[in-house]
C-alpha cells in the first residue's frame, strides 16, 4: 500500500508541483484546498497523472480550528505550504501574520493529534532568514544559522517577512514542546512553471517586468527554480537525516541582471531600461549552498528558471508577445 501524505494549500504554485511530484513518486495525498469546489483550484491537481486514484481533496481554511484535522489523520508526512504570499493587504494582522502564525499552529495541532505523523515539512522562506538589518553585501554569506528580527520586520513594514518570520518561530516553539519531528524549507523568490491557472506572486515578478514597464525594482532577490523547491520538500520529508532548516537560494540577482537575462533570451521584448530611484543598487549577497547541496538538491540556473517563467506566462495568456 502506498504511503499517505498531506499537502496544505495544494493549489498554490509551489505545492501544486509538490503534489504532482508526491503523485508520481507513488504517494497517496491529502490534499487540503480553501474551495474544493472552485475548478481553478482544483482542475489542475484532479488532471494531474495518478490524481484519479492517489489524490483526495479536503476542504480547510488556516484561521478555522481544527480545520485540518480530516486532512492530516493517518498521514505519515505533513507538508503545510499553505499560507498567503500577497504584498496588496489593508490589514496585515488579518490578512497576512494571523493566516500565517495562527494556520501554522492550527496544522501543528492537527499533526499532534494525529499518531501517524512522522515528519512535518513547512514551507518557510528566506523572508524568515535574511531581514535582522545586519549588512548584506556580495561578502556576507547568509546561512540558515540566520533568523530575520520581527521588530526589524515591523519597522520596515514588510508585513509578508514578518508573517513568515513570527509562523516560522511558532512553529518550532510549538514541535519542540510537542516533540513532533519538523522540517523547514526556505526558499528565495521561486519562479518556473506555473501549473495553476491563476497567478501567483513571484511568476508575477516576472511578469512585472515584461508586461510593458519602464523600470524595474531597486532589489536584490534570491532566486530559485519552483521544481527545484518542491524536490527539495521531498528530500526533507524521505532523507531519515534531514534536520533544521535549508535555505534554497540558486543566485541572488539585481533585478538589472535578471532585466539582463531577459534581454539576452528575447532580444525583441519591450523591457524596463531604468531602475525606479536613483539610488545605488541595493547590493547583492552570497546564500550558502552547503546544506543543501548535503541534502543532494541540486539547483536549475536563474537563466533556465527566467525562461520556463516567461514561456509558462505566454502558454497561460498572462503574457502575448
Ligand atoms: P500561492 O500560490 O499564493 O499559494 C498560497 C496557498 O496558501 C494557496 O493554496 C492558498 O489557498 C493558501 N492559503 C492562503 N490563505 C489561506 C487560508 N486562509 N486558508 C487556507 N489556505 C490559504 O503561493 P506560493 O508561492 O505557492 O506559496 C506557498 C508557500 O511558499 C507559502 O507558505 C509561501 O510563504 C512560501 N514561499 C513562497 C515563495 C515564492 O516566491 N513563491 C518563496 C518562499 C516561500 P487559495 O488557493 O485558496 O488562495
Redesign the pocket.
Known amino acids: 500500500m502506498s504511503k499517505t501524505v498531506c499537502v496544505?494549500?495544494?493549489?498554490?504554485?509551489?505545492?501544486?508541483w509538490l503534489v504532482k511530484y508526491l503523485l508520481q513518486r507513488g504517494y497517496t495525498v491529502k490534499a487540503?484546498?480553501?474551495?474544493p469546489n472552485?475548478p481553478k483550484?482544483t482542475g489542475h491537481l484532479l488532471a494531474l497523472e495518478g490524481a484519479k486514484d492517489r489524490l483526495q481533496l479536503f476542504k480547510?481554511?488556516?484561521?478555522?480550528e481544527g480545520?485540518f484535522d480530516a486532512a492530516v489523520a493517518g498521514c505519515e508526512g505533513v507538508f503545510?505550504?499553505?499560507?498567503?504570499?500577497?504584498h496588496a493587504v489593508d490589514d496585515p494582522q488579518a490578512e497576512l501574520i494571523d493566516?500565517?502564525v495562527k494556520?501554522t499552529l492550527n496544522v501543528l495541532g492537527s499533526c499532534a493529534k494525529a499518531p501517524s505523523v512522522k515528519r512535518v515539512v513547512?514551507?518557510?522562506?528566506?523572508?524568515a532568514v535574511a531581514y535582522n538589518g545586519k549588512p548584506r553585501t556580495p561578502d556576507v554569506v547568509v546561512d540558515e544559522s540566520w533568523f530575520s528580527d520581527p521588530e526589524f520586520c515591523k519597522e520596515s513594514k514588510m508585513w509578508?517577512v514578518l508573517?513568515?518570520t513570527l509562523?516560522e518561530d511558532a512553529a518550532w516553539k510549538f514541535v519542540r514542546e510537542k516533540g513532533i519531528d519538523m522540517v523547514t524549507?526556505?526558499?528565495?523568490?521561486?519562479?518556473g512553471p506555473l501549473l495553476?491557472p491563476?497567478l501567483?506572486?513571484?511568476?508575477a515578478?516576472i511578469l512585472n517586468l515584461i508586461n510593458g514597464a519602464q523600470t524595474y525594482p531597486n532589489a536584490s532577490f534570491g532566486w530559485?527554480n519552483?521544481k527545484d523547491?518542491a524536490n527539495a520538500h521531498i528530500l526533507a520529508y524521505e532523507t531519515p537525516s534531514a534536520n533544521g532548516r535549508y535555505c534554497?537560494v540558486e543566485s541572488v540577482v539585481h533585478h538589472s541582471g535578471v532585466v539582463d537575462i531577459l534581454r539576452k533570451l528575447y532580444p525583441s521584448l519591450q523591457l524596463p531600461d531604468k531602475c525606479a530611484d536613483d539610488k545605488p543598487f541595493t547590493p547583492t549577497y552570497q546564500v550558502s549552498k552547503d546544506k543543501t547541496k548535503s541534502l543532494g538538491i541540486s539547483y536549475t540556473s536563474l537563466e533556465d528558471g527566467i525562461k520556463e517563467t516567461v514561456e509558462s506566462l505566454k502558454e497561460k495568456k498572462f503574457f502575448v508577445a
Do not use: C, W
Request: charged share 10%; no cysteine; net charge neutral.
Open positions: 496544505t494549500g495544494a493549489s498554490g504554485y509551489i505545492a501544486s487540503s484546498v480553501r474551495d472552485d483550484k480547510a481554511n488556516l484561521l478555522e480545520s503545510h505550504t499553505a499560507s498567503p504570499f500577497t493566516p500565517a494556520g513547512l514551507t518557510s522562506s528566506v523572508a509578508y508573517s513568515k509562523a524549507i526556505n526558499p528565495a523568490m521561486v519562479i495553476q491563476t501567483n506572486t513571484s511568476a515578478a530559485v519552483v523547491v534554497l
